[in-house]
């Protein structure tokens, strides 16, 4: 029988300290990994697409003689279309990443209030697209029973099928942390579902929708894919007009052109992401305030 020892504290076991050397230089190779992961092939673009046709043969991370980078956009901008498809792009980005954000809220808001079975079967439903890829033969087959095969309404519906889950996955998430009190107080004032949608829940998801759509504006805009099948010959984005011209030949060993080409494209989604990320900023600090 053993006696317990009265009076005695017991020590806590603490994990082993790194040594101060390895802490030290811990900040700086993550520093130095995130610059070579990112940096290398961010200066490969550049680089390459300031170099002069035979310079850009072979693509390297040498530095190009003589800069042509500003010469080299602007004949992109002439001879590629440009305007036409940076036109195209907008019309199905900005419409679809809208919707996708306006009907995934709302969805996940009731998936997220009213836990039924029913809920619960529909949820599992709304976010089983992130892992079944839609069927493209399906898709097309689909869109011309219903008429809008090759129309700018047809993709814009496309994407906002597609990615609907994923606005529903993460914000079904975080409306579970929003205290269900704050809802009953604007109901006790007068608040009808939609007033309190609009004027409590939907401020409170700024953080939220604006990751989302950075996701979202990222697969939408750089898509060729789905893009090719429904408005392929019939409307250009970004994507597709490289694709197409890039198949022509305009832009046969032209490495320069073509990602001279990409840095234009990539430029609108850098302006988002510098947007959103100021209001993911700005949404977090608001509700670490209140």
């Not at 029973?145 to 597609?162: D, E, K, R, S």
């Not at 609907?164 to 107080?185: C, W, Y």
């Not at 990409?262 to 900023?281: C, K, T």
Request: contains cysteine; positive net charge; glycine residues 8%.
């Amino acid at each position: 029988m053993t006696i317990p020892a009265y009076g005695v504290r017991s020590r806590r076991v603490r994990p082993p300290r790194a040594s101060g050397l390895a802490a030290r230089l811990r900040p700086f190779a993550v520093v130095a990994l995130v610059v070579t992961v990112m940096g290398v092939p961010l200066w490969l673009i550049v680089s390459t697409a300031a170099k002069s046709q035979s310079e850009a043969l072979s693509p390297d991370l040498s530095l190009p003689s003589r800069w042509l980078l500003w010469d080299n956009l602007a004949q992109v901008w002439t001879q590629g279309d440009i305007p036409a498809a940076f036109l195209g792009s907008v019309l199905i980005v900005v419409p679809a990443v809208a919707l996708v954000l306006t009907f995934g809220s709302m969805a996940a808001w009731i998936l997220a209030r009213r836990a039924t079975r029913l809920n619960a079967v529909l949820y599992a439903l709304a976010i089983s697209g992130i892992v079944l890829p839609p069927a493209v033969v399906t898709i097309v087959l689909l869109l011309r029973q219903l008429g809008l095969a090759g129309t700018l309404t047809g993709m814009i519906g496309v994407y906002v099928g597609i990615y609907l889950s994923t606005v529903v996955f993460f914000v079904t998430g975080f409306v579970r942390t929003v205290p269900l009190s704050i809802e009953e107080a604007a109901r006790m004032d007068g608040a009808g579902p939609v007033r309190v949608f609009v004027s409590v829940i939907l401020p409170m998801l700024r953080p939220v929708l604006a990751t989302a759509t950075i996701l979202i504006c990222l697969y939408v805009w750089n898509d060729v894919f789905y893009a090719f099948f429904v408005i392929g010959g019939r409307m250009d984005t970004l994507p597709l007009n490289l694709f197409q011209v890039a198949n022509a030949g305009l832009y046969l060993n032209n490495w320069h052109l073509i990602f001279a080409y990409i840095i234009l494209m990539s430029l609108p989604l850098l302006i988002v992401f510098a947007v959103a990320q100021r209001r993911i900023i700005s949404g977090i600090t608001g509700g670490a305030v209140k």
